[in-house]
């Protein structure tokens, strides 16, 4: 038995989910692999895959061998383009998932650029505010605001997003301005599907005190640009990402509230499962993307934007 020629074998069948997918992307016969694994799992002594007339799944022994299986191939690939890295560009299709409002508003021109040096790639990208499975579908990168989603995925900060507590100014003529978090208590206040605080909002003041609210109100979306929009709509206070605000901030169709706490700041991150390569088209789109968002992020508020007009009366209770 080559183990080697065994170990490729059984992995390709669990990434392919069949022998017979597997045996096409082997070029073997399904026999061929079906004989590899099952060499292997008898010279193992244990049983990988559970084996039925509809799918395949991994045995308990069959899932750890598989994770230091890909490690193994992965490592090996690695060493082989490390000595060969100067003739390395980055070609093909470059698989990217993104949030709507991040990906929308500041990825296209990033893209455009990077495909502008390197004609012979093509991207494919999928926007969405849920956590897409990148193994599952198959996807080479993921642009990803805050947590990461798993501890079976690889990050690395690219970039990061104030957190910017604000509203239409005529809703802060209407009910006032909150003067602290516990103020916002009493606010119509927009609340997002994803996040993983749920409905508390999480500030800090100057001294590093942490201020925590449970907010409630009136809409609720998976959304943040369809938050912004209600927010300049004048329905409630939202705390949304500088990239998705920034630009009704600087128009004064949203003013920013309580200046002397601060919501914490969150990573944006570049997320690639840890079981494949990092191939010469992510690393290089990843370094590429870094360039661009870490140092001086477009979507950047600075102190001198416009705060509200200060109310002598106290705020009035929502309706």
Known sequence: MDRFDSIVAFARVVEAGSFARAADRLDLSVSAVSRHVS?????LGVRLLNRTTRRLSLTESGQMFYERCVQLLADLEEAEQAVTAAAVVPRGTLRITASISFGA????????????????????VDLSDRAVDLVDERIDLAIRIGGIGSHALIARRIGSAQMVCCAAPAYVARYGEPRTPADLARHACLTYEYSSEGNLWRFNDAAGAAHDVKVTGHAHSNNGAMLAALAVAGVGITVEPDFIVAADVRAGRLV??????????????????SRRHLSAKVRAFIDFVALRFERDPPWRLTDATRAPPRRKSAPRRRE
């Open 39 to 43: 060499e292997l799992e008898a010279h």
């Open 105 to 124: 508003g500041y990825l296209g021109p990033v893209i455009a650029e990077f495909q502008q040096r390197h004609r012979e790639l093509r991207f494919d």
């Open 256 to 273: 920013r509230l309580l200046r002397d706490y601060a919501p914490p700041a969150i990573n944006i991150n570049a997320v690639y499962p």
